[in-house]
Nanobody, 123 residues
Framework: VQLVESGGGLVQPGGSLRLSCAASGSIFNIYDVGWYRQAPGKQRELVAG???????NYADSVKGRFTISRDNANNTVYLQMNSLKPEDMAVYFC??????????????????WGQGTQVTVSL
């Protein structure tokens, strides 16, 4: 099982980016998925999360600007980021609670992480 993020890049303040997190491999089920970010010298923080049923939660700093969504048919989760600010600049990671196909009988959940994608907000 692998998570791959994409969509990062350089954007001016006030701009938008859409990040994608695609899960691949032999997957039985995907439960909660979260987008995290880590800026230089800071701890990794949860930005947004989405449960398998679709309920969402957001960090206060991004409420009203970021939207997390999921496409269960394609095992992909998105993070739409609008009105980006310089303080949003960080490496963004996705993490997912996944039951690999081999563990379908036991429903043993494992947490997987992607490799991260850089978001730079600058003039």
């Amino acid at each position: 099982v692998q998570l791959v993020e994409s969509g990062g890049g350089l954007v001016q303040p006030g701009g938008s980016l859409r990040l994608s997190c695609a899960a691949s491999g032999s997957i039985f089920n995907i439960y909660d998925v979260g987008w995290y970010r880590q800026a230089p010298g800071k701890q990794r923080e949860l930005v947004a999360g989405i449960a398998s049923g679709g309920s969402t939660n957001y960090a206060d700093s991004v409420k009203g600007r970021f939207t997390i969504s999921r496409d269960n048919a394609n095992n992909t989760v998105y993070l739409q980021m609008n009105s980006l600010k310089p303080e949003d600049m960080a490496v963004y990671f996705c993490s997912a609670d996944i039951v690999p196909l081999q563990d379908g009988l036991t429903r043993a959940v494992q947490k997987f992480w992607g490799q991260g994608t850089q978001v730079t907000v600058s003039l």
